[in-house]
């Protein structure tokens, strides 16, 4: 009964590799949520591209705008504009479907021909019954992987995190910037640079005595030695300040 898929090799091998890739993209994005998921539960430290793309993309809207007045939608544009490759997540997902109906198609096509042929019920049935498990693991793996359940899920934990955890962390830092540097730099808005940590923490005495041998110093020096002096002190300070800021900005990154 089944001689008829080796006299349709080529209707047979159209029902065969839709179906498998029909499958195959299902199975790909159900990987790729639950890759998602997993890393949500840990977004300080996450190595995954989009999650860490949805992290810079909140902390820019939220410092430009002030905050971020609806975290869901902001959320929902982000799921949205998933993409792997040239296609969006939601692309690939109908992709699949559409890769399902072509294998049905085939089958559909295989029949007609046989039909046309003069075969009998016997001589087609192979190709319902292809169509008819074709459609049943499509399904149940649809049901199985439950790629709208786990899109719902990551969009919960994307939505705890920012809200409860990244939202509060980011104004604390602009507070701590200023006092670090007098002002946040923003553009339209002049910065004072303050004194860096370590010279404010240093003790007073400690400020007098360098004060005292820097005067009694200078005193003795010629003019182009003091000169030397002032601009690697200034050249300290600079990377100093610098190294702070850097700190500071990473921690916020990955918070």
Same mark, same amino acid.
């Given at each position: ?79 949205? =504009? ?86 509060? =962390? ?29 010279? =404010? ?27 030397? =002096? ?26």
């Amino acid at each position: 009964m089944f001689t008829i898929f080796k006299e349709e090799k080529v209707i047979t091998a159209g029902i065969l590799v839709f179906l498998c890739l029909s499958v195959l993209v299902r199975l790909m994005l159900a990987w790729m949520y639950h890759t998602m998921i997993r890393e949500t539960d840990n977004m300080a430290t996450t190595g995954n591209r989009l999650l860490k793309q949805c992290k810079v993309k909140f902390a820019n809207c939220y410092q430009l705008n002030g905050g971020v007045s609806n975290i869901p939608v902001f959320v929902d544009k982000f799921l949205n =504009r998933l993409s792997f490759g040239h296609l969006s997540f939601d692309a690939w997902y109908h992709l699949s479907g559409q890769c399902m109906l072509f294998s049905v198609i085939f089958a559909g096509v295989g029949i007609c021909k046989g039909i046309l042929d003069g075969r009998m019920l016997g001589e087609i049935l192979p190709f319902y019954i292809a169509s008819f498990l074709g459609l049943y693991l499509y399904f149940s793996l649809s049901a199985l992987v439950d790629i709208k359940g786990k899109r719902r899920v990551l969009k919960t934990n994307l939505i705890d995190y920012l809200e409860n955890h990244l939202s509060g =962390r980011i104004p604390v830092t602009e507070q701590d910037y200023e006092r670090l540097y007098g002002a946040s730099k923003l553009p339209g808005r002049r910065t004072v640079e303050l004194m860096p940590i370590r010279g =404010r923490t240093a003790q007073p005495q400690e400020m007098v005595r360098e004060t005292g041998r820097e005067v009694f110093s200078t005193e003795h020096e010629m003019p182009g030695k003091m000169e030397d =002096r002032g601009m690697a002190q200034q050249d300290e300070t600079s990377r100093v300040t610098e190294e702070e800021l850097q700190a500071l900005l990473q921690e916020l990154l990955t918070v």
